[in-house]
């Protein structure tokens, strides 16, 4: 991920070091031990999801840094580390002098993934497909997915109300997935998933 992050950077900016600095800062975040989900490894699993739908992006390197930077902020108190995440992605990419109009993409990418909600823009909607591509996943990795959600949440007595009203609000949607890419290949499994995920809540 390194490579290709560094990659979609190099034509705007030379400055290794601050690059270096901005990675470690991204690594540092994701590596933080109260995340049991929200990891490098499902920023890889994000990362190849994007590679499915790569030739479908009209910005694919501005998906990528929105991608690595989505999570880079996740333990809030208020409810807004969507927002946080895109206000770090935005000081990270400004210095590094990525495009201003570009960096708005990033942002909006980002925000996005706080409905997943359909969106005008097919990049986007590709981009919370891949996000939300986990759903659709088999048996034995949807259940680490979700056992990881919950050890993220420690032993809150709110959690499995909270966690219920979200896995029905994707089910109460036309579609979970809003491209025919991964409509077609993970919407069926996804919604057994989540049904199975809700009845096993107390």
């Given at each position: 991920?390194?490579e290709?992050?560094f990659?979609c950077?190099k034509p705007y900016?030379?400055?290794i070091l601050?690059m270096?600095?901005?990675w ?7 590596s933080?031990?109260r995340r049991?989900y929200?990891t ?5 699993h ?5 590679n ?7 910005d ?10 989505h999570d880079?902020?996740?333990f809030t108190?208020?409810?807004?580390n ?5 206000i770090v ?7 590094l002098?990525?495009p201003a109009?570009?960096i708005?993409?990033c942002s909006e990418?980002?925000?996005?993934t706080k409905t997943?909600a ?5 990049d986007?909607?590709y981009f ?6 986990i759903?659709?996943a088999?048996k034995?990795s949807y259940?680490?997915y ?7 949440y ?6 499995d109300?909270?966690?219920?009203q979200?896995?029905?609000h ?14 077609d290949k993970?919407?069926h ?11 096993n809540l107390?």
């Open positions: 991920m390194k290709t992050y990659l950077l900016t030379s400055d601050l270096e600095s901005c470690n800062e991204i690594i540092a975040s994701y933080d031990q049991s929200h490098l490894i499902h920023l890889q994000f990362s190849d999801q994007l499915l739908c790569k030739d479908q992006l009209s694919y390197p501005t998906a990528y840094l929105a991608m690595i930077y880079i902020v996740y108190m208020d409810g807004t969507e927002e946080k995440s895109a992605a935005a000081g990270h990419l400004n210095r002098h990525y109009d570009l708005s993409l990418m980002i925000l996005a997943h359909g969106n005008s823009s097919s986007i909607n919370i497909d891949a996000d939300m591509s759903l659709g088999d034995g259940a680490k979700a056992a990881g959600i919950r050890k993220e420690g032993d809150s007595i709110y959690f109300r909270g966690r219920k979200i896995l029905q994707f089910l109460n949607m036309e579609r979970i997935f809003k491209t025919d890419l991964f409509f993970y919407e499994q996804a919604r057994k998933n989540i049904q199975g995920e809700i009845d107390s």
